[in-house]
Nanobody
Framework: QVQLVESGGGLVQPGGSLRLSCAPS????????MGWYRQAPGKQREMVAV???????SYADSVKGRFTISRNNAKNTVYLQMNSLKPEDTAVYYC???????????????WGQGTQVTVSS
């Protein structure tokens, strides 16, 4: 079964940077909007950034000017460049994609397993 595979999380000091990556584990027929969400302990999951196939982007107010979402359509990969990280950015970050896998030929809403980002001195 196709999955979204994330990488790039870790521990970073305040003011530092991290880059997250996410791509499907198997071949995809087509892929539409891709995005990043996060969930901190005791809080609901929230949208961080979304990018649609036309490269139109949307960001949470809390990350505007610090985070940049981008995608490589040839590799079906989405990235999240996170700069000027703050302790309040600490959360599990999840990748999301609306896509049609080759194995199913049916559209679906897929999530990654999550990657931990911890911002602490």
């Amino acid at each position: 079964q196709v999955q979204l595979v994330e990488s790039g999380g870790g521990l970073v000091q305040p003011g530092g940077s991290l880059r997250l990556s996410c791509a499907p584990s198997r071949s995809i027929f087509t892929i539409g909007a891709m995005g990043w969400y996060r969930q901190a302990p005791g809080k609901q999951r929230e949208m961080v950034a979304v990018i649609i196939s036309g490269d139109s982007t949307s960001y949470a107010d809390s990350v505007k000017g610090r985070f940049t979402i981008s995608r490589n359509n040839a590799k079906n990969t989405v990235y999240l460049q996170m700069n000027s990280l703050k302790p309040e950015d600490t959360a599990v970050y999840y990748c999301n994609a609306k896509m049609i896998p080759l194995e199913t030929r049916r559209p679906g809403d897929y999530w990654g397993q999550g990657t931990q980002v911890t911002v602490s001195s």
